[in-house]
């Protein structure tokens, strides 16, 4: 055998022993490279991007006897700090919901698993919160706190429904930042009862199969990128896809009902509270004791809200059908507390009483003002409150509160959609809008300069309507001590003492707080020489600036409507005389009117302020003119008016 037949073999044989490893490399490169691999993340789903859920199955089925399995598997890929709290799941049960699995995986960069969870390490505390009594609502919770960007969390679980009230939505982008790779979400019900849904932001239609009785419903998306966030923009559901779901007929507990109709839904509602508004003996004699010497309905009604606010304080009571049925009216009687329901059924019971109807009704408080769907019946709610049909003057009632007049409700449940409940059923209510005439805010200042720059302040002021809101809550929740460490906190001051403050109630339908205040405010003007520099708008600057954005892609979503007036007079030192003086601002925009002027009369500055601001909707091309509107007021505010000695001026 010759030489170079023996070097051709063996370079041969070395080729094939290299191109061997190279392919066994590659396939433990592979291998290694799991299917959460970071490398497998399309590019264009990591701009503006937090975290990527990488893949999301969820399926709810319903079975014949009204219970429900849910399914939910879905893993996050986190990138950075801001996307943590993805890499964090939890799960709520309670009577009516039971968790039976809860599982939970940790990958690195390369798809490699890290770790799972163990039992131990699942979290498993109260939902109680604060103002609950009694709550059978717990969580499980986990977390990996892994911080070695990227990582990528995966958690499954499985919960059995007692009844089929509630199907969880669908919404595979849950908030801006993060990318969505894939989500499919499957929903099995018994074609005999017909699956509702409504969709936002999604091509197509589901792919819907049916087999052996059930109907099998799809949807899935993929590739979706990161949003980002933009000032006032319209609620979630407009801008990224969700479906909205319920079954035609459903169960909770020993109750029947259906989401056909709002008709429908409120004569399960009414028959949920059926009943339960008998009022013990005692409390009947009590109620005719209090109104039957009046002759006006409203100010029964006044007199017995009163009496209901005096005798009874609001306590969350949630335990199992009990989250949704209220308790009834001699309950309250007794212990003298009661959830939303339980205290709106209360008053309902006394108004009842003295032959006053009423109509209980169901709200969404403290969410965006467009979240229920007019066109969409389901339970959508998380309150309740009352009112009393009067008219063209409805009065309202809010139940839960100790501190409000009857007749007004206030921020959280104001000028939104609502479903009253009756006998023959439920309809779509709309409830009163506080309007930028109404949400006033008037100050009088009457204050003092002297020649070391210490301001002597008197202030007059009235709040309106939700304007005067939280202020209500600190007055008549706070010790006076309290309520003065709060002011000494929050005035837009410097460094300041408060030296008196009173306040007084107007317990109407727009309700009224008339505040006075002295204040000593310290190096509130700079005197530099002979130069006197000093800010005429002592109390109300606002703060709001944007930055501009030639690419705004929403519209304007603006809920603020309120009108705050201002007289400021400001005695000066003797001996100054004006060296420059700000020229009037006035603005009009689609947003708001603003306008403030300030003038010397002998040693006194008189300043004054009016601005109003405006709620609506308005086109993204209007975004930049809004940030020029907030910058002229922000620079307005703080213009300076700079004052001469005398002396010095009479030397030129």
């Not at 943590?84 to 690195?108: H, P, Q």
């Not at 019900?189 to 936002?200: G, V």
């Not at 509602?269 to 109620?287: H, I, T, W, Y």
Request: aromatic share 12%.
């Amino acid at each position: 055998m010759s030489r170079s037949f023996l070097k051709r073999r063996n370079s041969m044989r070395w080729r094939l022993i290299i191109l061997l490893c190279i392919i066994s490399m590659t396939s433990l490169a592979h291998a290694a490279e799991g299917d959460y691999a970071f490398s497998k993340i399309p590019a264009g789903l990591l701009k503006n991007a937090s975290a990527v859920k990488r893949a999301e199955e969820m399926t709810f089925e319903i079975t014949p006897a009204n219970k429900a399995i849910y399914r939910h598997r879905i893993a996050f890929t986190i990138l950075n700090e801001q996307g943590d709290n993805w890499a964090y799941f939890s799960e709520w049960y309670d009577k009516l919901r039971s968790i039976e699995v809860f599982e939970g995986t940790l990958f690195d960069a390369g798809g490699k698993k890290i770790k799972s969870l163990k039992r131990s390490d699942i979290k498993d505390v109260s939902g109680t919160d604060e103002i609950s009594l009694a709550d059978d609502n717990r969580v499980k919770w986990h977390s990996f706190f892994y911080k070695n960007y990227p990582y990528t969390v995966e958690y499954e679980v499985e919960v059995r429904y007692k009844g089929t009230m509630f199907i969880p939505d669908w919404t595979p982008m849950q908030k801006s930042m993060m990318a969505v790779q894939q989500s499919r979400l499957t929903m099995i019900t018994p074609a005999a009862n017909p699956l509702r849904y409504k969709m936002f932001n999604y091509a197509g239609e589901p792919v819907i199969t049916e087999d052996k009785g059930n109907k099998t419903y799809s949807w899935e998306v993929k590739d979706m990128p990161a949003v980002m966030s933009e000032y006032a923009s319209p609620s979630w559901r407009e801008i990224t896809t969700s479906v909205m779901l319920a079954s035609e007929h459903f169960v909770i507990g020993d109750y029947e009902g259906s989401n056909a109709s709002w008709k429908d839904f409120g004569k399960f509602e009414f028959d949920m509270k059926k009943g339960r508004d008998a009022l013990p003996d005692d409390l009947k004699q009590k109620v005719h004791q209090l109104t039957d010497h009046l002759n006006d309905p409203k100010e029964k009604v006044r007199v017995l809200y009163e009496f209901m606010q005096q005798n009874s304080r609001y306590v969350s009571i949630q335990l199992g059908i009990g989250g949704w049925q209220p308790f009834d009216a001699k309950y309250v009687a007794a212990r003298k507390y009661g959830d939303c329901k339980a205290l709106s059924n209360f008053m309902y019971a006394l108004l009842k009483e003295a032959g006053i109807r009423s109509v209980y009704t169901l709200i969404s408080g403290d969410v965006p003002r467009d979240y229920l769907l007019v066109d969409f019946p389901r339970s959508q709610f998380n309150h309740v409150i009352l009112f009393v049909p009067d008219g063209q003057d409805t009065i309202w009632l809010e139940c839960t509160s100790q501190t409000k007049p009857a007749g007004y409700l206030g921020g959280p449940t104001a000028n939104r959609y609502a479903l009253a409940v009756e006998e023959n059923g439920g309809t779509i209510v709309r409830t009163p809008v506080y309007s930028v005439k109404e949400n006033m805010q008037v100050r009088k200042i009457k204050a003092t300069l002297d020649n070391e720059a210490t301001l002597k302040v008197n202030m007059a002021a009235t709040y309106q309507a939700m304007q005067q809101d939280v202020l209500r809550s600190l007055i008549n929740e706070l010790s006076k001590d309290k309520l003065k460490d709060r002011l000494q906190e929050e005035l837009d001051l410097g460094t300041y003492d408060i030296d008196r403050f009173d306040y007084r109630e107007e317990k109407k339908i727009l309700p009224v707080i008339h505040e006075s205040l002295d204040i000593t405010v310290s190096n509130y003007a700079t005197i530099t020489g002979k130069r006197l520099f000093i800010t005429p708008n002592i109390m109300t600057r606002s703060y709001r600036k944007l930055s501009q954005d030639t690419a705004r892609k929403y519209d304007l979503q603006l809920e603020s409507e309120y009108t705050d007036i201002d007289t400021t007079e400001i005695e000066l030192p003797k001996g100054y005389e004006a060296e420059a003086m700000p020229q009037d601002v006035t603005m009009s925009t689609p947003f708001g009117k603003y306008h403030c002027s300030v003038k010397l009369k002998g040693n006194k500055l008189w300043y004054y302020r009016h601005i109003e601001m405006y709620g609506g909707r308005f086109p993204a091309n209007q975004y930049n003119e809004l940030v020029k509107f907030y910058e002229m007021v922000y620079k307005a505010d703080r213009n300076k008016v700079v004052l001469l000695k005398n002396d010095t001026l009479k030397a030129f």
